[in-house]
């Protein structure tokens, strides 16, 4: 809901202060969210105050000779969302506390832009038709993920390994991309997963704004970038496909409601050049699952935005095990050859049997390592990887970079 706020309602509420457009207006507007327009009705009732003793004074009797009251508000108010406190300071002799909070760093990026308004009207939709007559294979798959955009891999040139994460580099690895799906296509139809944190981070923090990241690109320049690519991708992949499904996991810890900001423009544009030929997905839970033909793809980034310590591991255990089928048994996806799949780890570790009820697909990172990655662990291959489903097999064609 769009509501008007004085300036001091909306600091309360964790927004930054717009100022009026012209001399006589109202207050600015600002989007709330449920639990907002809750808090905001605290605050604008905070004045519905009673007095509450804060002190007394007794004589030798115990009798009260005197006692000091104060105005209290009936409700407080909470911490704003994505705040942090930063002081306390508290009045020993009444009692009373007051919290100073600061936003937390590369959290508040999820802003609602209408991007049909920007596109409408700018697109000439396009219908395409493969040339191509394929007959057995039901459909091709192209996963990729950790594609980082905006990293620095060789912070001032004094990393343990050399490496070049730049626009060039990411279009090179693009091409390459879309190249080994056409190489490997048996279908018209594909089914195309970015597993998620497809941008390194916004204002050079992660999701939980925990540590600072090293950048090699401004927030505006990675929005550029990661649109492009995208768009990019499809326009050329429209050249060999009569239908792409494509699903963007929204739900990470790099990207973020900065992902999605991307991934949304993404959806609004590419689907009004392609009405008819191509569906975008942008998954915001942090586990989802599709059905495509006799097949359930479960897909997750492997780590949450704010909640998981430790996410899916690349090698799976018993523990994960129960999980995975605790969600299979939630949905009844019974019946399903089913895939569970992630990316998060930055390694390609596929593990076809260690359940009967699923495989554990867990796929390398697009991007080459980090810096920390380097340092910390090892110079890591980077891959993705592209599949042929028939009616009962698979085929499985990893790329190497």
Same mark, same amino acid.
């Given at each position: 809901?769009?509501?008007?706020?004085?300036?001091?309602?909306?600091?309360?509420?964790?927004?930054?202060?717009? @100022?009026?457009?012209?001399?006589?207006?109202?207050?600015?507007?600002?989007? /709330?969210?449920?639990?907002?327009?809750?808090?905001?009705?605290?605050?604008?009732?905070f004045y519905n105050s009673n007095f509450q003793e804060v002190k007394r004074?007794?004589?030798?009797?115990?009798?009260?000779?005197?006692?000091?009251?104060? /105005?209290?508000?009936?409700?407080?108010?909470?911490?704003?969302?994505?705040?942090?406190?930063?002081?306390?300071?508290?009045?020993?002799?009444?009692?009373?506390?007051?919290?100073?909070?600061?936003?937390?760093?590369?959290?508040?990026?999820?802003?609602?832009?209408?991007?049909?308004?920007?596109?409408?009207?700018?697109?000439?939709?396009?219908?395409?038709?493969?040339?191509?007559?394929?007959?057995?294979?039901?459909?091709?798959?192209?996963?990729?993920?950790?594609?980082?955009?905006?990293?620095?891999?060789?912070?001032?040139?004094?990393?343990?390994?050399?490496?070049?994460?730049?626009?060039?580099?990411?279009?090179?690895?693009?091409?390459?991309?879309?190249?080994?799906?056409?190489?490997?296509?048996?279908?018209?139809?594909?089914?195309?997963?970015?597993?998620?944190?497809?941008?390194?981070?916004?204002?050079?923090?992660?999701?939980?704004?925990?540590?600072?990241?090293?950048?090699?690109?401004?927030? @505006?320049?990675?929005?550029?970038?990661?649109?492009?690519?995208?768009?990019?991708?499809?326009?050329?992949?429209?050249?060999?496909?009569?239908?792409?499904?494509?699903?963007?996991?929204?739900?990470?810890?790099?990207?973020?409601?900065?992902?999605?900001?991307?991934?949304?423009?993404?959806?609004?544009?590419?689907? /009004?050049?392609?009405?008819?030929?191509?569906?975008?997905?942008?998954?915001?839970?942090?586990?989802?699952?599709?059905?495509?033909?006799?097949?359930?793809?479960?897909?997750?980034?492997?780590?949450?935005?704010?909640?998981?310590?430790?996410?899916?591991?690349?090698?799976?255990?018993?523990?994960?095990?129960?999980?995975?089928?605790?969600?299979?048994?939630?949905?009844?996806?019974?019946?399903?050859?089913?895939?569970?799949?992630?990316?998060?780890?930055?390694?390609?570790?596929?593990? /076809?049997?260690?359940?009967?009820?699923?495989?554990?697909?867990?796929?390398?990172?697009?991007?080459?390592?980090?810096?920390?990655?380097?340092?910390?662990?090892?110079?890591?291959?980077?891959?993705?990887?592209?599949?042929?489903?028939?009616?009962?097999?698979?085929?499985?064609?990893?790329?190497?970079?």
């Amino acid at each position: 809901m769009r509501i008007r706020l004085k300036p001091h309602e909306a600091i309360a509420l964790g927004f930054e202060v717009k @100022q009026k457009e012209n001399k006589g207006e109202g207050f600015p507007k600002y989007r /709330l969210n449920d639990s907002q327009i809750l808090q905001l009705d605290k605050i604008r009732n905070f004045y519905n105050s009673n007095f509450q003793e804060v002190k007394r004074t007794l004589n030798k009797d115990g009798e009260v000779l005197s006692k000091i009251e104060k /105005l209290v508000p009936d409700t407080l108010i909470d911490i704003p969302d994505n705040h942090i406190i930063k002081r306390v300071s508290t009045n020993v002799s009444t009692k009373q506390q007051w919290v100073i909070t600061e936003p937390i760093k590369g959290v508040n990026v999820e802003k609602e832009i209408d991007f049909l308004s920007i596109f409408k009207d700018k697109i000439t939709p396009i219908t395409i038709e493969s040339k191509k007559e394929f007959t057995d294979v039901l459909f091709d798959r192209a996963v990729y993920t950790d594609v980082h955009i905006g990293m620095d891999v060789n912070k001032d040139g004094y990393s343990l390994y050399d490496g070049t994460w730049n626009e060039t580099e990411i279009f090179n690895r693009l091409e390459i991309f879309v190249n080994q799906i056409v190489k490997n296509q048996k279908s018209k139809s594909l089914f195309l997963n970015d597993l998620g944190d497809y941008l390194d981070g916004f204002d050079g923090f992660t999701t939980r704004g925990g540590h600072a990241l090293p950048q090699n690109m401004d927030n @505006q320049k990675a929005f550029d970038i990661g649109l492009k690519f995208k768009i990019a991708m499809i326009d050329e992949l429209f050249k060999y496909y009569s239908h792409i499904k494509v699903v963007n996991i929204c739900n990470d810890n790099h990207a973020g409601s900065f992902g999605y900001i991307v991934n949304s423009a993404f959806k609004t544009y590419i689907e /009004l050049k392609y009405p008819d030929n191509i569906e975008v997905i942008n998954q915001r839970k942090f586990i989802d699952h599709y059905i495509v033909d006799n097949r359930c793809f479960i897909l997750t980034h492997g780590k949450d935005d704010k909640s998981l310590k430790f996410g899916f591991k690349p090698q799976i255990d018993a523990q994960q095990i129960e999980k995975i089928k605790n969600y299979i048994d939630e949905y009844k996806l019974y019946g399903y050859d089913i895939e569970f799949s992630k990316g998060d780890s930055h390694q390609l570790i596929f593990d /076809l049997t260690s359940s009967t009820a699923f495989e554990y697909q867990n796929f390398g990172a697009f991007s080459p390592p980090s810096d920390w990655v380097k340092t910390n662990f090892k110079n890591t291959k980077s891959s993705f990887t592209v599949f042929n489903y028939y009616e009962n097999q698979k085929t499985i064609n990893n790329y190497i970079f």
